[in-house]
């Protein structure tokens, strides 16, 4: 059983930053390759960011290269994503999940998720 709490969510106006944080806890979570989706109204789930167990390796969506940057903090068992150069089009619901594994070009989630956290973002 792992647990997933998200925090760092809010209002931005277009061009500003907001940082999310996702702790975790639980058997084996540190092991996990970690990442972020997000849901905007109307759109299906979609990747964002993902980072291996190790903090070595990050992937990112091509819609937030450049501006987001997912990071680790192995001693806090947490996982970032910076996001800067915000755009009305990042408004969504941010949700943590664990195990990421990438499947045939693609990143799946697994089976342990956030609790989801809204990101808005005025233009």
């Known amino acids: 059983q792992v647990q997933l709490v998200e925090s ?16 975790a806890s639980g058997r084996a979570s540190s092991t996990y390759d970690m990442g972020w989706f ?4 109307g759109k299906e789930r979609e990747f964002v960011a993902g980072i291996t167990w190790s903090g070595r390796f990050t992937a990112y969506a091509d819609s937030v290269k450049g501006r987001f940057t997912m990071s680790s903090d192995a001693a806090e068992n947490t996982v970032y ?22 499947r045939s070009g693609r990143y799946v989630t697994g089976a342990y998720w956030g609790q989801g ?3 808005t973002v005025s233009s």
């Open 8 to 23: 760092g969510g809010g209002l931005a106006q277009a061009g500003g930053s907001l940082r999310l944080s996702c702790a």
């Open 81 to 102: 994503l910076q996001m800067n150069s915000l755009k009305a089009e990042d408004t969504a619901v941010y949700y943590c999940n664990a195990p990421v594994t990438y």
């Open 117 to 119: 956290i809204q990101v």
């Open 38 to 41: 997000r849901q905007a109204p």
